[in-house]
């Protein structure tokens, strides 16, 4: 792709990629192996049978399934009928994906068997189902392959507009109930446009991708559009660390996508530095904030590979990145002040922070995050009060406190909701978070507020530590007064052997600090 064309629909763009590669290995999945070819011809049947069905374009259709090559194919067939892919999580509870597809509408529906007990509810809460498919069942009659080959007749284009609504995916839900956000075919067009820039594919040739995060989540998005370019996917069901390191020298893989709880369960395996990472271009991270030095100890195991991405539900992907390249500085990793970045305006936006009254402010001042660009989504399903709330004199604000410095970079200082305020001063919880984590014998640190009769909230530091190491309240306190100042320094710290994790694999921050507020009567 030379130049951004919005108003190409996002399956005329990947159909381009399916007949330049189509004899190439486009994904492959437990053994089984797709071309290109192959997965636009499966998309075909599945968008004829949709239709021949009743299924209309507008319609709403959701995949309910781990990662597989199939539901690529599925998804494929939705977006080409004209329907909007509902992504499902399927490491969510079932009640709360009933109440999902409840909310959100549901008018075909496929599944992995494993989920079969939520069909009924959701047929039965979700509205008129005119397709409900098993994609693994094995029984006469309800094979996937037997629902595709009722594909006699011919398929019917649909026209698509650059405002037509691709998909419906949830916020991650951390700070209220999660919200339904409208990504349109502009919106997609133009991620694949930067997903390309971003890899110079150009320059590199076809990505080997290991897919192993959710394809309800970022990995979804990941795939479709890189397959613009002729990547080849090798896909998991679920975050194994043991079988990714392995899978890396095996298949020649060239880039995958963790966040960093799942960055650090590969480097803490006892035989991480075990393998051949020499195939490797690009280890992306992002969806939350990382370690720095979990980053460090990361660019000295995979090496000048790694490749942070800021982006949101509402302005996926590409709102920021820092390239491999940033991570160093005279051929020598990087200061923390520049890891602590993430990176720089994509190609496909622009940057901005904004004080109360969303006037821009100059550099290292700090404000709320906003961007512009294609990428920013039309706004939430179904809430036009809510998608006002988020846009400003032309800009998406990204409920982020940031700033830029003289040189373009930007740093997140914490989400807005996130901020302590104790004693009439603002405490931004990441920036003690990296203090407290930079302590040697910590892996892992969450701060919040907690409720306090003097100060109106007192930070805390709930932390877990290395197997063997000793590191007590007293010395994360000392040690965060000496580099903080007495206000920002925790004033108690609580040990854990593991935090809770959202259902895409973010520490839930917000089940944590409920445990502190919820005898207060509060809101958290």
């Given at each position: 792709?030379?130049?951004?064309?919005?108003?190409?629909?996002l399956i005329?763009i990947?159909?381009?990629?399916?007949?330049t590669?189509?004899?190439d290995?486009?994904?492959?999945f437990?053994?089984?192996?797709?071309?290109?070819?192959?997965v636009?011809?499966t998309?075909?049947?599945?968008?004829?049978?949709?239709?021949?069905?009743?299924?209309?374009?507008?319609?709403?259709?959701?995949?309910?399934?781990?990662?597989s090559?199939?539901?690529?194919?599925v998804t494929?067939?939705?977006?080409?009928?004209?329907?909007?892919?509902?992504?499902?999580?399927?490491?969510?509870?079932e009640?709360?994906?009933?109440?999902?597809l409840?909310?959100?509408?549901?008018?075909?529906?496929?599944?992995?068997?494993?989920?079969?007990?939520?069909v009924?509810?959701?047929?039965?809460n979700?509205?008129?189902?005119?397709?409900?498919?098993?994609?693994d069942?094995q029984?006469?009659g309800?094979d996937?392959?037997?629902?595709?080959?009722?594909?006699?007749?011919?398929?019917?284009?649909?026209?698509?507009?650059?405002t037509?609504?691709?998909?419906?995916?949830?916020?991650g839900?951390?700070?209220?109930?999660?919200?339904?956000?409208?990504?349109?075919?502009?919106?997609?067009?133009?991620?694949?446009?930067?997903?390309?820039?971003?890899?110079?594919?150009?320059?590199?040739?076809r990505?080997?991708?290991?897919?192993?995060?959710?394809?309800?989540?970022?990995?979804?998005?990941?795939?479709?559009?890189?397959?613009?370019?002729?990547?080849k996917?090798?896909?998991?069901?679920?975050?194994?660390?043991?079988?990714?390191?392995?899978?890396i020298?095996?298949?020649?893989?060239?880039?995958?996508?963790?966040?960093?709880?799942?960055?650090?369960?590969l480097?803490?395996?006892?035989?991480?530095r075990?393998?051949d990472y020499?195939?490797l271009?690009?280890?992306?991270?992002?969806?939350?904030?990382?370690?720095i030095?979990?980053?460090?100890?990361?660019?000295q195991?995979?090496?000048?590979?790694?490749?942070?991405g800021?982006?949101?539900?509402e302005?996926?992907?590409?709102?920021?990145?820092?390239?491999?390249?940033?991570?160093?500085?005279?051929?020598?990793?990087a200061?923390?002040?520049?890891?602590s970045?993430?990176?720089?305006?994509?190609?496909?936006?622009?940057?901005?922070?904004?004080?109360?009254?969303f006037?821009?402010?100059?550099?290292n001042?700090?404000?709320e995050?906003a961007?512009?660009?294609?990428n920013?989504?039309?706004?939430?399903?179904?809430?036009?009060?809510?998608?006002?709330?988020?846009?400003?004199?032309?800009?998406?604000?990204?409920?982020?406190?940031?700033?830029?410095?003289?040189?373009?970079?930007?740093?997140?200082?914490?989400r807005?909701?996130?901020?302590?305020?104790t004693?009439?001063?603002?405490?931004?919880?990441?920036?003690?978070?990296?203090?407290?984590?930079?302590i040697?014998?910590?892996?892992g640190?969450?701060?919040?507020?907690?409720?306090s009769?003097?100060?109106?909230?007192?930070?805390?530091?709930?932390v877990?530590?290395?197997s063997?190491?000793?590191?007590?309240?007293?010395?994360?306190?000392?040690?965060?007064k000496?580099?903080?100042?007495?206000?920002?320094?925790?004033?108690?710290?609580?040990?854990?052997?593991?935090?809770?994790?959202?259902?895409?694999?973010?520490?839930?921050?917000?089940?944590?600090?409920?445990?502190?507020?919820?005898?207060?009567?509060?809101?958290v």
């Amino acid at each position: 792709m030379q130049k951004l064309q919005l108003s190409q629909p996002l399956i005329d763009i990947i159909d381009r990629a399916c007949d330049t590669y189509a004899d190439d290995t486009c994904v492959e999945f437990e053994g089984q192996v797709y071309t290109y070819r192959q997965v636009k011809e499966t998309s075909i049947k599945v968008a004829t049978v949709l239709q021949s069905n009743g299924f209309k374009k507008g319609m709403h259709a959701a995949v309910y399934s781990l990662n597989s090559a199939t539901i690529l194919m599925v998804t494929l067939g939705i977006i080409r009928a004209g329907g909007v892919w509902i992504p499902v999580n399927p490491r969510n509870s079932e009640s709360d994906n009933v109440e999902v597809l409840k909310r959100f509408g549901c008018n075909a529906l496929f599944y992995q068997s494993k989920f079969d007990s939520a069909v009924q509810r959701i047929a039965d809460n979700a509205g008129h189902l005119v397709a409900s498919v098993c994609i693994d069942s094995q029984a006469p009659g309800s094979d996937f392959d037997d629902w595709i080959n009722q594909a006699a007749d011919q398929f019917v284009p649909v026209e698509f507009e650059p405002t037509d609504t691709v998909s419906i995916p949830l916020t991650g839900g951390t700070t209220g109930m999660p919200k339904g956000v409208m990504l349109s075919q502009r919106n997609f067009a133009a991620l694949c446009f930067a997903m390309n820039d971003s890899l110079q594919r150009s320059r590199h040739g076809r990505d080997i991708m290991l897919i192993a995060a959710p394809m309800t989540h970022v990995g979804g998005r990941a795939v479709l559009t890189s397959m613009v370019a002729g990547a080849k996917f090798v896909i998991m069901d679920k975050v194994d660390p043991q079988t990714i390191l392995a899978t890396i020298p095996e298949k020649q893989i060239n880039s995958f996508f963790l966040p960093p709880t799942g960055i650090y369960s590969l480097l803490d395996q006892p035989n991480v530095r075990e393998f051949d990472y020499s195939s490797l271009r690009s280890v992306s991270y992002g969806s939350a904030p990382i370690s720095i030095e979990r980053l460090k100890e990361a660019l000295q195991v995979f090496g000048p590979v790694m490749r942070n991405g800021f982006g949101q539900t509402e302005c996926p992907m590409f709102i920021a990145g820092l390239s491999p390249e940033d991570h160093f500085i005279d051929g020598q990793i990087a200061p923390d002040s520049r890891l602590s970045s993430v990176g720089k305006a994509t190609v496909i936006s622009e940057l901005a922070i904004l004080d109360d009254e969303f006037n821009e402010l100059g550099p290292n001042e700090r404000g709320e995050i906003a961007v512009k660009g294609p990428n920013v989504s039309e706004g939430y399903f179904n809430d036009p009060e809510e998608t006002a709330k988020i846009r400003a004199k032309g800009w998406h604000l990204t409920g982020d406190i940031g700033y830029l410095d003289e040189d373009g970079f930007l740093y997140i200082v914490d989400r807005k909701k996130d901020m302590i305020i104790t004693g009439g001063f603002n405490v931004y919880s990441s920036e003690v978070e990296q203090t407290v984590g930079a302590i040697k014998g910590i892996s892992g640190a969450v701060v919040i507020g907690v409720p306090s009769e003097k100060w109106g909230e007192s930070v805390k530091a709930v932390v877990s530590l290395v197997s063997g190491a000793d590191v007590t309240e007293q010395q994360i306190i000392e040690i965060c007064k000496e580099k903080l100042g007495g206000v920002k320094a925790p004033k108690s710290v609580d040990f854990v052997d593991d935090f809770p994790k959202t259902p895409v694999g973010k520490i839930d921050k917000k089940a944590i600090r409920a445990q502190y507020w919820k005898e207060t009567g509060r809101a958290v």
